[in-house]
Each structure stands twice: as C-alpha cells, then as structure tokens.
C-alpha cells in the first residue's frame, strides 16, 4: 500500500495534484474568503467590525453588532490568468468561473434595551473559501530528460507483477520501457527494464482544475451594554476538487525507436467534508475605537481521493504504424486532514460616522497540519515533512470605507504570507519539498455600494496575484517551472433589512 501511495504521488506531483500528500494538506488550508461585497472591497478586514456575513466567518462576535433581521446574497464572477515558464518559453492561458460565494440570514433570538445583555443574535452563514478553477498549458523541448526515465528508474528491480499500474507500469504495458527476452520470446522478469526511446522531444502538459471550498456556519451572538460581544459558531466545511491533466511527448530526436510519441491522462476527484469550531470577541472601546479577538480550531475532514490514468503510445515501424493502450485501474482511498488553527486580531476606528479604517492580523502555524490514515508509516513520514518543510506566517488585511450616504466607497489591501521554507532534510521526495517560485499572495480591491433604509447594493472589483511552482513531472529530471496567477473577480451584493 506504502509504494501504491508513494508512487501514485509521484505521478500527481509531476503531472497533477498529489493525494494524500502534505501538498493536499497545505492546499485545503490556504483559504481566503471571498465574502460580501463590503468585506471583499475592504480587504476582508472586517474582524473588529461586525454586521457583515463575512464578518461573522472572520470573528462571531460580529454577530451580536446586528440589531435587525437581515439577509444577503453575494455572487461574483472570476477570471484566472496562469503563464507558466519552461524552457525557455513562455505560454498563457485564460478560465472564467460564476460563483454563489456568500449567503446569510441573521435573526434575533432575544431582545432586552433594559438590561445588560442588550440582545442576543443566530446566523446561518454560507461563504466561499476557495475557488479552484484553473486552465494551465505548459510546452517546450527538452533534450535533457524524458518522462520515459522516470518510468525506467522506478521499475529497475520490480518484477512485472509488482509494477504500478497507476504509472510505470502503464508504460511497460505500452512498450515505452522493456524487458529482454529469452530464446522462446519469453520476457525475462528479472527487473532490469530497459528504455524504448531516449531523451529530446517535445513535451506538453495542460491541467483543467474545477470545483471550489465552503464553509456553511451556525453562529450565536450577543451584546453586553453596546460596549462587549460575544459569538461563537460550528463551521461544516466542503471539499470539490476535480484536476484532469494531459501529458505528451512527440517528435522525438532518437530516429532508431519505434515510439513516435506517447500521451498521458491523469484523473484525480478529492472529496471531503469537515467541521470546525470558531469563538470571538469585540471590545468597544469607544464610539471611535474597536477591538476585536477571534479564535478558529483546526477543522478536521474526511477525505476520498479517486485516481485513475490512461496511456497511449504509438509506435512505427518498417513504415507499419501501430499502438498500445493501458488504463490503471479506478483507484479510492480515505484518510483524513487537519488544517491549521488561526488567531486573529482586529481593530477598527469609526471618525465621525464618515470614515472608517479597519485591520486584521492573522497568525496561522502550518507546521500543526496532519494526514491520518492507515498507513501509519507512511502517514507519520508525511507528517514530519509537514514539520520541517512548512512554517507559521502572519496574513494581513487592511481596509478603508468612506461613507457619503447614501454612496459609500471602500478600498483594500490583503497579504498572506508565504507557508513554505527550503527544506534540508533526506526524504524521497527531497526535491519538491521546497517551492522556489512560491512567492506571498497580495490581493488589491475597490468598491462602491448604495444603502436605503430597508435594502442595499454593493459592488466590489479585486485583483490578486502571486507566484507558484509546477513540475512537468519530477524536479529530479527537469528545471521547475515557474508560473504567475492573477486573478480577478468582481463580486456583487444585494441585501435587506427588516
């Protein structure tokens, strides 16, 4: 089960999301909300604030801000830009996505003007932590390595039967690597495979990733005097992953092979639903100031992960052209993940009932996520990994909104910071550990809403963008590459009052 998973890994890393891998790990936990239009304006900086969906998500306190019944819906429209380098060359590629990314009723559950607890609140709460869709078209030549080598030196000394059939195992199957034979033309399973063709051809890679992360949450709020609040909230989370990459290799320099070129397909579906627990507090200082405290538990999922992987070859020789085919079989797994838990400070001054500025600083330790599963060994080697490859970081939002009733506009600004350090140590996969290209996300935001007295609207445009790193297949074969992500979204609010 331990190669199974390994080699399966291997195969994801270079050609697509890994499962049950730390990369999965860091992947569901690196969340930001997109939210309401007034919060995604304002760099989500809403955790001293309150009154907002978002902001409930950020710290339930803001719940107990809410004196009416109230009610919004939030959708956005986004578009991701990926221009990945390799080899020397450079290519783009464009996915448009159309979200619900937040939803909420808030509903008084106790009112008392005359007493110390002033009122008590509960909330349904939707909002979108992740949104996957991506379009990435990676090409170039290389005369330096083949994906046919990593096929062949991870089936020297495993006998045919023993081979993985999710990689290269596939590629004996459709004669990219080879065993010598005997005199009756029998093979001899002596796992001393061979390699069919040699390295420099073209190589192209494009990944199509669907499917988005939220977060449906159960708050209860109250307010102490108008001066103190207090919430707290269950959050169930949700997983929808889809990745379905293409491989190939063509025009091959080796002129003495049979194999003309080979094209890969790699499936990968991960599942999962988790749970979370958050608590918060917003301390009035006065009617300028306020500050706000907020508490978010690891959320611990249960994942599946379905795999499977196609492979075709085709081969000519004496002018006759003909081909092979394998596909894996339809692989499931279940394990579990747990994500970071977070900490976050706010403040907020309110000037004048005109202008406001607001901040938040997070603190997340990445270095505390887990994978769990039945493989112990395996699990406990990934989990040092995460130990010494990943790191706490500290992410930043600011915000602005100027209030020329019934206009109101709003700027902001949001840093996350970059989880990943170089990593020393002596694992299999030592290479891919560290993430060279991997740079802090920074998102910039404007927007501009109308309020009534029953009713408002509000529109919010961001711009995000931030470095990652890709490999064509295994960094111990060939250069990383380098891509950069912008992404834009423009969100659009409706809410009511009652």
């Known amino acids: 089960m331990k190669r199974n998973i390994c080699l399966a890994i291997l195969l994801v890393t270079g050609l697509s999301l890994s499962g049950q891998s730390h990369q999965d790990v860091l992947l569901f936990s690196d969340q930001s909300y997109t939210g309401t239009a007034r919060s995604h304006a304002m760099g989500n900086a ?162 199509n990733t669907t499917g988005s992360m939220g977060e449906y949450q159960f708050s209860y709020a109250g307010s102490y005097n108008e001066k103190l609040y207090i919430g707290a909230s269950i959050g169930l989370s949700t997983i929808d992953y889809l990745k379905e990459t293409f491989y190939q290799e063509s025009d091959f320099a080796d002129t003495l092979s049979t194999v003309q070129s080979f094209y890969m397909r790699d499936d990968v579906y991960i599942s999962g639903a988790g749970v979370n627990l958050k608590i918060g507090g917003i301390l009035r200082v006065n009617d300028q100031l306020r500050l706000g405290l907020s508490w978010h538990s690891p959320t611990l999922y249960n994942m599946q992960d379905e795999w499977q992987m196609k492979i075709d070859a085709q081969h000519e020789l004496n002018d006759s052209v003909y081909s092979y085919s394998h596909t894996s079989p339809y692989g499931i797994y279940n394990y579990e993940i747990v994500t970071p838990m977070k900490i976050t400070t706010s403040a907020a001054l309110v000037l004048n009932k005109k ?94 809403g109308k309020r009534n007295q029953y009713s408002y609207v509000d529109v919010a445009y961001s711009f995000t963008e931030n470095n990652q790193t890709d490999l064509m297949y295994n960094e111990s074969y060939v250069v990383a590459t380098k891509l950069v992500n912008t992404y834009q979204k423009i969100i659009l609010t409706l809410g009511w009052k009652f």
């Open 46 to 207: 809403f955790g001293a604030l309150g009154a907002d969906m978002t902001s409930i998500h950020v710290n339930p306190a803001g719940l107990g801000v809410y004196r009416t019944f109230s009610m919004s819906a939030t959708a956005g429209l986004g578009i991701r830009e990926m221009s990945a380098y390799y080899q020397s060359n450079k290519t783009m590629d464009l996915s448009g996505n159309f979200n619900l990314t937040s939803f909420g009723l808030v509903s008084p559950a106790k009112r008392n003007p005359d007493g110390d607890w002033r009122r008590v609140n509960y909330s349904f709460t939707y909002n979108k932590t992740n949104v996957f869709k991506s379009s990435l078209d990676v090409s170039g030549y290389n005369e330096q390595s083949s994906l046919v080598d990593v096929f062949s030196d991870y089936a020297q000394g495993v006998f045919i039967d023993n081979l993985n059939q999710f990689y290269e195992g596939g590629a004996f199957w459709v004669d990219l690597i080879d065993l010598e034979v005997d005199t009756a033309g029998e093979w001899i399973d002596d796992g001393a495979y061979f390699r069919e063709v040699e390295a420099g051809q073209y190589q192209r890679k494009i990944s």
């Open 355 to 448: 202008l406001v500025l607001s901040g938040d600083l997070e603190f997340i330790d990445y270095t505390t996520m887990q994978l769990n599963g039945d493989d112990y060994d395996y699990f406990e080697e990934q989990n040092q990994v995460i130990a010494n490859t990943y790191t706490s970081t500290y992410n930043a939002r600011l915000g602005a909104e100027l209030n020329l009733s019934p206009i109101v506009f709003r700027l902001g600004y949001a840093k996350y910071g970059n989880p990943i350090h170089t990593y020393d140590g002596a694992y299999m996969y030592q290479s891919y550990y560290g993430d060279p290209h991997r740079t802090e996300r920074q998102a910039w935001s404007v927007g501009i």
